[in-house]
């Protein structure tokens, strides 16, 4: 290949992909649908508007159109901090001595610090477009609720977080960045919420869980006029929005004539991994294609690798859907010395059918050699990265460090999906040497398993 | 003009500059030169390498090249981060319903948050070229101690910082970014050093100011083998550094043939300011083209706007070489009300020779309009900026109101700096509403003067 590749690869404004690409289109086993746990049936779009902004409903529900066109007042939004750059990781490669070539998307530079900016700005605009006054919430590390705090700014809505309240604790700044940006942000489990004071009766001193925060949420939702619940992964709405991440990714491949060999990302509801591959995927689905997809989870939190594939409660409160997904069981609160997010009990249904039917491979990572990897990588690449990102980061190394065994030359992408500013408590634990690693054993798992609805 | 103008403008990676350029070799009134107090002569290059490295003692000395080429390896480095957008405000116009049009060149998508990394890595490069075991430094706010951090990470030297104490204080988590990337960070003033020792006991109780930890810095480097001392802001040899910022915006803004009206910087010590406008005073000087500049100061240091053009100490101790620049005065220490950095006492030699010269304007911001104008931009742009660079805001946002006013379509361009991520602690007083301003007084301002050399 003659054309040189620069450090980072950054598409121009018109290369912004004007479409989410919707992978279920493309899957012949669909993903399971939502069910009402009331009646065991799938959630109706009425029923789904009660929760959701209609559009969001619509976009849940939709596994036929392959294209779903970006409105304009998104793009607008989207193009002050996209497209993100697609790095030639360099340094590093030169630092592992590996004949591999590595690239990462790196969806950080924007103050939300993360991906998760692209769902944000999209939920936001339907919110608004549905003339609601404001959106609830939940965020675990803080990054979703600042993307969600951002884009409720710029779209002049109201915006409740219920944050997780070990989170809430360790990152005191993240909640300044939200309230900065007018959002107001409440510890969870709460004594706002019926449920929030149902789960610290039941759990005197919980720090609480995604799945808890977003019971909370829904009900504040719910129990309040002009009002929707919003959620930052899981759901397949939310993996449609992050497929700009993938699209411009084959774009900035394709227009350099590279052709990945391995693509990696970190996993906790699946969203950004889901939007990351989802147009490589389509390629193999369409038998266009092949690549070795790896979704990385944590050692404490590892839904793909060692839960079931059933359906589960979304949430602790249990007044959620039902979805068809890996789960370690709605009640399952990773242990409080797992930093960052990836603490959700369950996985994406679209995730977890592709994981599911084999087109996808899943790896767990401990804290503690994430973080090493995560250092290694600031040192040489100059971006602290979040805990999250990291994970992907540790089995992008172990690759390059595979090809240098074998010689192979392969073309490794990652997603870097954030930065780590907001993460140096748990930064702190590890340059102190006080970082711990935490392996639920399976008599845990199981426990938490038995208390799935039985469908 | 028919070429649209994107949100961003991104140059190619080849558009990287690569020379630096030398302001004061187009300067008709050169800066004064530095002096060694103990002689009152201009100091020599021997005299100057005992503290700094010799290679950026030479560029601190040099008044007569236009232009420094910029070495490989940081030519390497550059390309990690660099070039920096050029961003076209939009959304802040929109917000603003100004005709104006409003640009920001953005130095904060780094690591190091800040435009301070562009010196960080040429000072260590140079120190690594020269064999050295590592460098000591200060910082204030912590943007320079990061960025030095990340630097000597990536060439493998050790990197000693003193932290001004107020800031050690306020951002915990600054200093384990540096920590992650190996730096050691002691709080100044120390008990480490004889200056700081002597610093605390004649003000027990002292936060600490830049000036105080520089001498500690200063006397680490020059009382240990193998270790230079190696400063972010103030000196010549920075401010060189720093023209790429310039020279990347004016290749840019030539790019769409956008002719600027006003540039617009914060000044602590100046090399931000200096770096951005170097190139625009370049054709000032040579008679090619005129722009308004205007230097912004935080009124509780108003050093352009208040102080004295006389020599003085650079440092607290008086262990550094004199300067003649605009200055408050060596021992004076800005309120610990204030915010961020911009607390040096003095400016850099060659912004205080073109602001006597009038080829730039100063004017002062108060402390909590600076966090208004930072939340209005941080809301609309979607970029939370640092406080320093808020500064800047302030005035862009005046004057593209006054453009309102007058119905001019004045193209504005300001420097923004970096971002306050680990500014929380301020915006936290702002959210909080117990921010508040402080101005000294001219009886205090006149009191601090009196202790500058008598030259």
Redesign the interface.
């Known amino acids: 290949m003659s054309k040189e590749i620069?450090?980072?690869i950054?598409l121009?404004?018109k290369e912004i992909p004007r479409y989410w690409y919707n992978v279920r289109a493309d899957m012949q086993n669909k993903p399971a649908p939502l069910l009402n746990p009331a009646t065991g049936k799938p959630m109706t779009l009425d029923e789904l508007s009660g929760v959701f902004c209609r559009e969001l409903a619509m976009q849940e529900l939709n596994v036929t159109d392959t294209y779903i066109e970006i409105p304009e007042e998104i793009s607008s939004?989207y193009?002050?901090?996209r497209p993100s750059p697609l790095v030639r990781a360099y340094?590093l490669e030169k630092a592992l001595d590996t004949p591999a070539h590595i690239y990462y998307k790196f969806e950080g530079?924007?103050?939300s610090?993360s991906h998760k900016?692209n769902s944000a700005i999209a939920q936001a605009y339907y919110a608004k477009k549905q003339g609601l006054k404001g959106v609830t919430t939940e965020t675990g590390a803080g990054q979703w609720g600042t993307a969600l705090s951002?884009a409720c700014?710029?779209f002049g809505l109201d915006c409740k977080v219920f944050m997780v309240k070990v989170s809430y604790e360790q990152k005191?700044?993240r909640r300044?960045?939200m309230?900065?940006?007018?959002a107001s942000v409440t510890p969870s489990p709460s004594m706002e919420t019926e449920v929030g004071r149902k789960i610290n009766a039941e759990f005197p001193g919980t720090t609480g869980s995604l799945g808890c925060a977003i019971s909370e949420a829904v009900e504040a939702a719910v129990s309040t006029d002009g009002y929707r619940y919003v959620l930052g992964s899981v759901l397949s709405q939310v993996l449609l929005h992050q497929t700009v991440i993938g699209l411009e990714t084959k774009t900035a491949l394709d227009k350099y004539g590279i052709k990945a060999d391995m693509i990696i990302g970190c996993a906790g509801g699946g969203s950004n991994l889901g939007g990351l591959i989802s147009p490589f995927v389509g390629e193999m689905l369409r038998g266009e294609a092949d690549y070795e997809i790896i979704a990385v989870e944590p050692a404490s939190c590892p839904s793909l690798t060692r839960g079931k594939y059933i359906y589960d409660f979304c949430d602790t409160g249990k007044v959620c859907p039902l979805a068809k997904m890996y789960t370690l069981g709605s009640g399952f609160i990773p242990a409080p010395n797992h930093a960052g997010g990836l603490r959700y009990h369950g996985m994406s249904s679209v995730v977890s059918q592709l994981y599911d039917d084999g087109l996808i491979h899943a790896r767990t990572a401990k804290q503690t050699e994430v973080f090493e990897a995560a250092?290694q990588f600031?040192?040489?690449?100059?971006?602290?990265p979040a805990p999250e990102s990291s994970h992907a980061i540790k089995v992008a190394i172990d690759e390059a460090i595979k090809c240098k065994e074998t010689g192979e030359e392969k073309n490794i992408v990652f997603g870097l999906t954030g930065?780590g500013?907001?993460d140096?408590?748990a930064?702190?634990q590890?340059?102190d040497g006080t970082m711990t690693n935490y392996v639920p054993s399976d008599e845990e798992i199981a426990a938490s398993l038995k208390n799935c609805p039985k469908i």
């Open positions: 620069p450090y980072k950054y121009e404004e939004f193009k002050m901090y340094c530079n924007n103050t610090g900016l951002m700014a710029y005191p700044f300044e960045v309230r900065t940006y007018g250092q600031a040192k040489t690449e100059g971006i602290l930065t500013y907001f140096m408590y930064y702190k590890f340059n």
